[in-house]
């Protein structure tokens, strides 16, 4: 396969035809055009998810609590759909390297009647929403705000599974300019809504949580819509064959699935572990749960435009291992892992130097003792953000390469080891500690900063596999099409 050659327009310039530092530089440059308009992409969601809940504390602290367990549970619910999903870029890349542009639009076709087939079991979760709340004993206060976000945004699963397939085709055909744009339009109008439909304007009454959720839902139909729309343009059928394609083909959705799944279930084990100790830290009190909601806000805002890096290392893994073999994907990893750990490193920075300036965002409008004794909780947590936040870049662009060459087992299995043993360990060996003997606010902290000692320890864990892997190399050998 490495004689041939990319039909992309505006294919990148080799980066392993001249000298080493020479090609390098130019892998990282092509790492940089793929990846800058996904993390603008990512950014924008991030951003959105951060003021959606900053806006949500100003209306009402409990109202953020509660969306941080309610975000938490519709993504376990739907992050293994997504995840089989947004395979569709990794396995297009392929296609593209192997010079088989013609059946993208086929295999694109399957990967959108898998999305619409998610819907049954999206209005079954809604359904039974305040029943999963209770079988984790949350607090009555918060049961109903958490069971109505859940509820609503589950609207929206089946457009965000539906957005994450489509996407797959300018992601795997390097388009990402295109996503960049359609995100940065779906996330003007999704704060828009958020801050119409969260306080109120006009006719409009104040709809707290409730607004929220229908600001989400919005958005993501608006990227299904916008990309769908993108897609039947008459300039993508010659080559890829979208209109063309419709139609089921039961031996590329098995394809999509084996390839899929362990990926999705991936994203389910690692949502389900993480919220698993959100809850935990949920029923401690509303305190450590509105800290912790603070906290990962800022990490939010760091970690998830590495999610454009990761995905721009799998299309390019898959691009090059067929194009160009293994020499230059490894290139493009290192690529991508510089610019990942640069862009961390920002934060880890900020995270030391400047956790008051951050905070001080929650106060704005919002002075109550339990938001002032969360800010100052919330302080101590960004210490351990500074911690993992740059052994988290490296686990996530390491997966997403090893994704990116079809070893999605690996990526599973691995992350099913590392949560396992996190959550046992967590769970045996967390402290035992007396509220009458230190005081209800001290129990709650030692507690809270138990289960974020286990949520370094699962990201150091995920970090060390992954590059294990990566160095042995096995992945080089694999294939998707």
Same mark, same amino acid.
């Given at each position: 396969m490495s004689g041939k050659q990319s039909s992309v327009s505006g294919d990148p310039e080799r980066c392993g035809n001249s000298s080493a530092d020479e090609s390098f530089l130019r892998c990282v440059l092509e790492v940089w055009r793929v990846a800058l308009p996904l993390m603008v992409s990512a950014g924008t969601f991030s951003l959105v998810l951060f003021a959606d809940r900053t806006l949500l504390l100003w209306y009402d602290g409990e109202s953020m609590s509660a969306s941080m367990a309610g975000g938490?549970?519709?993504?376990?619910?739907?992050?293994?759909?997504?995840?089989?999903?947004?395979?569709t870029g990794a396995i297009v890349s392929q296609y593209v390297g192997a010079n088989e542009q013609e059946r993208i639009g086929r295999f694109l076709w399957q990967s959108?009647?898998?999305?619409?087939?998610?819907?049954?079991?999206?209005?079954?979760?809604?359904?039974?929403?305040?029943? !999963?709340?209770?079988?984790? #004993?949350?607090?009555?206060?918060? $049961?109903? &705000?958490?069971?109505?976000?859940?509820?609503?945004?589950?609207?929206?699963?089946?457009?965000?599974?539906?957005?994450?397939?489509?996407?797959?085709?300018?992601?795997?055909?390097?388009?990402?300019?295109?996503?960049m744009w359609v995100s940065l339009a779906s996330g003007v109008v999704n704060l828009l809504l958020n801050v119409i439909l969260i306080f109120g304007l006009g006719p409009i009454p104040p709809l707290g949580i409730t607004g929220a959720a229908i600001g989400s839902v919005i958005a993501f139909w608006t990227k299904a819509i916008c990309y769908g729309a993108l897609l039947l343009k008459p300039r993508y059928?010659? !080559?890829?064959?979208?209109? #063309?394609?419709?139609?089921?083909? $039961?031996? &590329?959705?098995?394809k999509l699935l084996f390839f899929g799944f362990p990926t999705g279930l991936m994203y389910f084990t690692e949502s389900a572990g993480f919220t698993v100790m959100v809850l935990r830290i949920g029923s401690i009190g509303d305190v450590p749960l509105r800290a912790t909601t603070m906290a990962i806000n800022f990490n939010m805002v760091a970690f998830i435009p590495l999610v454009g890096v990761s995905i721009a290392a799998s299309v390019l893994v898959g691009r090059h291992l067929l194009e160009s073999g293994p020499q230059r994907a490894v290139k493009s990893v290192y690529a991508g892992l510089l610019i990942g750990c640069a862009y961390s490193l920002i934060w880890l920075i900020a995270y030391l130097a400047i956790p008051d300036t951050m905070m001080s965002l929650y106060q704005l409008s919002d002075n109550s003792e339990d938001s002032n004794a969360a800010i100052q909780i919330a302080k101590t947590l960004l210490s351990f953000v500074a911690v993992y936040v740059l052994l988290d870049a490296v686990q996530l662009i390491l997966a997403g390469a090893l994704r990116g060459a079809g070893d999605t087992w690996f990526v599973l299995f691995s992350g099913l080891l590392a949560s396992s043993l996190t959550l046992l360990v967590g769970f045996t060996l967390e402290p035992q500690v007396s509220a009458e003997s230190l005081g209800l606010l001290e129990a709650q902290q030692q507690i809270l900063s138990w289960w974020w000692w286990m949520l370094t320890l699962w990201i150091w864990l995920l970090g060390t596999f992954m590059t294990a892997r990566f160095l042995q190399g096995r992945w080089k050998r694999m294939r998707m099409v």
């Amino acid at each position: 396969m490495s004689g041939k050659q990319s039909s992309v327009s505006g294919d990148p310039e080799r980066c392993g035809n001249s000298s080493a530092d020479e090609s390098f530089l130019r892998c990282v440059l092509e790492v940089w055009r793929v990846a800058l308009p996904l993390m603008v992409s990512a950014g924008t969601f991030s951003l959105v998810l951060f003021a959606d809940r900053t806006l949500l504390l100003w209306y009402d602290g409990e109202s953020m609590s509660a969306s941080m367990a309610g975000g938490n549970f519709f993504w376990v619910f739907v992050c293994l759909p997504v995840g089989i999903a947004s395979m569709t870029g990794a396995i297009v890349s392929q296609y593209v390297g192997a010079n088989e542009q013609e059946r993208i639009g086929r295999f694109l076709w399957q990967s959108v009647w898998f999305s619409l087939l998610t819907t049954p079991a999206f209005v079954v979760i809604a359904l039974v929403a305040r029943t !999963l709340f209770e079988t984790t #004993g949350q607090p009555d206060h918060l $049961l109903e &705000l958490e069971a109505t976000y859940l509820r609503l945004l589950m609207i929206g699963a089946v457009g965000l599974v539906l957005e994450s397939a489509l996407s797959g085709f300018f992601s795997g055909t390097e388009r990402t300019q295109v996503i960049m744009w359609v995100s940065l339009a779906s996330g003007v109008v999704n704060l828009l809504l958020n801050v119409i439909l969260i306080f109120g304007l006009g006719p409009i009454p104040p709809l707290g949580i409730t607004g929220a959720a229908i600001g989400s839902v919005i958005a993501f139909w608006t990227k299904a819509i916008c990309y769908g729309a993108l897609l039947l343009k008459p300039r993508y059928e010659s !080559l890829y064959h979208i209109r #063309g394609g419709f139609g089921v083909d $039961l031996k &590329l959705g098995r394809k999509l699935l084996f390839f899929g799944f362990p990926t999705g279930l991936m994203y389910f084990t690692e949502s389900a572990g993480f919220t698993v100790m959100v809850l935990r830290i949920g029923s401690i009190g509303d305190v450590p749960l509105r800290a912790t909601t603070m906290a990962i806000n800022f990490n939010m805002v760091a970690f998830i435009p590495l999610v454009g890096v990761s995905i721009a290392a799998s299309v390019l893994v898959g691009r090059h291992l067929l194009e160009s073999g293994p020499q230059r994907a490894v290139k493009s990893v290192y690529a991508g892992l510089l610019i990942g750990c640069a862009y961390s490193l920002i934060w880890l920075i900020a995270y030391l130097a400047i956790p008051d300036t951050m905070m001080s965002l929650y106060q704005l409008s919002d002075n109550s003792e339990d938001s002032n004794a969360a800010i100052q909780i919330a302080k101590t947590l960004l210490s351990f953000v500074a911690v993992y936040v740059l052994l988290d870049a490296v686990q996530l662009i390491l997966a997403g390469a090893l994704r990116g060459a079809g070893d999605t087992w690996f990526v599973l299995f691995s992350g099913l080891l590392a949560s396992s043993l996190t959550l046992l360990v967590g769970f045996t060996l967390e402290p035992q500690v007396s509220a009458e003997s230190l005081g209800l606010l001290e129990a709650q902290q030692q507690i809270l900063s138990w289960w974020w000692w286990m949520l370094t320890l699962w990201i150091w864990l995920l970090g060390t596999f992954m590059t294990a892997r990566f160095l042995q190399g096995r992945w080089k050998r694999m294939r998707m099409v």
